[in-house]
Nanobody
């Protein structure tokens, strides 16, 4: 199973981007999906997660109120809407899907499938 994450790019501070994650070779089914990011020289960190049903979402404090994770199970797609972007949001963003878990999770080891990442750059 491969996850394709796309939608990154260069945006000015205060701008918006929407990231999309879609699997190839299978569906997300009822499994949880998460977004993580890794900035240069830093460890990968949790950004947002959504349960299989879409009813539960959790966010890192640093993005709460600015980012929104959602999913369209009919289209087998998960989105990360990012508003009011800041230079510190610059990172490679990865989507990840759990192989078994339906509940949302902030923990990277709950996810067995990872995408290749999409770069988000925010200019000041």
């Amino acid at each position: 199973v491969q996850l394709q994450a796309y939608g990154g790019g260069l945006v000015q501070a205060g701008g918006s981007l929407r990231l999309t994650c879609a699997p190839s070779g299978r569906t997300f089914g009822s499994c949880a999906v998460g977004w993580f990011r890794q900035a240069p020289g830093k460890e990968r960190e949790f950004v947002a997660t959504i349960s299989g049903s879409g009813s539960d979402t959790y966010y890192a404090d640093s993005v709460k109120g600015r980012f929104t994770i959602s999913r369209d199970n009919a289209k087998n797609t998960v989105f990360l809407q990012m508003n009011s972007l800041k230079p510190e949001d610059r990172a490679v963003y990865y989507c990840a899907a759990s192989t078994y878990r339906t509940g949302a999770s902030k923990l990277h080891y709950d996810y067995g499938y990872w995408g290749q990442g999409t770069l988000v750059t925010v200019s000041s």
